[in-house]
């Protein structure tokens, strides 16, 4: 596609519901990273694939956070029992490499969660 | 130590200054360094990277980088309205790229 695409762009739960969120990168990136912004913050990050291999998931905050991209393209981020603490902007961002010191990403609109 | 510090600002400047926005980091194996700039409610781009000690100069942005002194900065020449943003620094150590919170700057008509 033209851009990182994220789904829903907005979502809106009830405390301890599960959301799942979805990111499909740019065509042929390698790399696919979520990140979390708070208002007024920088994003945090939290975990990272080469194809369809996490790399790193130290970001994770606890267990009831979870991600995957099967098939090294789509990937889903999934919070279960979700607790106020969780609103914020989820960003995905896709890089063309593997990952590394030089990797340029790019950002999609982000998936805005709200928790009540 | 947070890895990456920024004053958060807003940082102000009149239009046709020069916006000097400065980073720090912790991480001595830290080897590459970007600057996105964020519109308020859009998501960060890119606008500049930089690998190595010295200067790095794109248009009217220049981004300078001293290892020894663990130090970076973005500098805006001929400042513009439209350059009011939110510009995170952010760095690379093991793959993973790390942000700082961002410096508000205000670039005033």
């Known amino acids: 596609g033209a851009g990182v695409s994220q789904s829903p762009r907005y979502k809106v739960t009830k405390r301890g519901q599960d959301v799942a969120l979805r990111c499909d990168p740019i065509?042929?990136?390698?790399?696919l990273y979520w990140y979390r912004q708070a208002l007024g913050q920088g994003p945090e990050f939290l975990t990272y694939?080469?194809?369809?291999?996490?790399?790193?998931k130290s970001g994770l905050p606890n267990d009831r956070f979870s991600a995957e991209r099967p098939e090294g393209s789509i990937s889903t981020l999934t919070i279960q029992r979700t607790e106020q603490r969780d609103s914020a902007m989820y960003r995905c961002?896709?890089?063309f490499g593997r990952g590394g010191s030089n990797e340029k990403l790019f950002f999609g609109s982000g998936t805005q969660l709200s928790v009540l | 130590q947070k890895e990456v510090e920024q004053n958060s600002g807003p940082l102000s400047v009149p239009e046709g200054a020069i916006a000097s926005l400065n980073c720090t980091y912790s991480d001595r194996g830290s080897q590459s360094f970007f600057w996105y700039r964020q519109y308020s409610g859009k998501s960060p781009e890119l606008i500049m990277f930089i690998y190595s000690n010295g200067d790095k100069e794109d248009g009217r942005f220049t981004a300078q980088l001293n290892k020894a002194s663990q130090y970076v900065s973005l500098l805006i020449r001929d400042s513009q309205p439209s350059d009011s943003a939110t510009y995170l620094c952010?760095?690379?150590?093991?793959?993973?790229?790390?942000f700082g919170t961002g410096t508000r700057l205000l670039v005033s008509p």
């Open positions: 961002a896709s890089s």
């Open positions: 065509s042929g990136h390698v790399s």
């Open positions: 952010a760095l690379t150590g093991f793959q993973k790229l790390v």
């Open positions: 694939f080469n194809y369809e291999a996490q790399q790193d």
